[in-house]
């Protein structure tokens, strides 16, 4: 059973960062595949950025250059580094867990609560 809570959230201008972090509970944190996710109001939640136990990492398109994603195994937490912020970057931030090495988004097990993100233009 993992546990994952969210924070770094918050109000910031465009072309600013945030950097986000997710902390688990549980065991063996480096044996899963970490991922964040977004969702807008009124949209469906989209994948972020993913970091996998392998130790490779993706990205969705729109954040590709601009969002960072990491991991301390040791402090058992992701982050997510945000550069060049956008306003259509706003929206509630997952992190999930799965032990999946490439896990699509419906095969991530757990959930954090979220954290919002609101980028003014």
Known sequence: QVQLVESGGGLVQARGSLRLS????????????????????????????????????????????RFTISRDNAKNTVYLQMNSLKPEDTAIYYCAASQLAQPRPYEYGYWGQGTQVTVSS
Do not use: I, L
């Open 22 to 65: 997710c902390a688990a509970s549980g065991r063996h944190f480096s044996t899963y595949t970490m991922g964040w996710f977004r969702q807008a109001p009124g949209k469906e939640r989209n994948f972020v950025a993913r970091f996998s136990w392998t130790g490779n990492t993706y990205y969705a398109d729109s954040v590709k250059g």
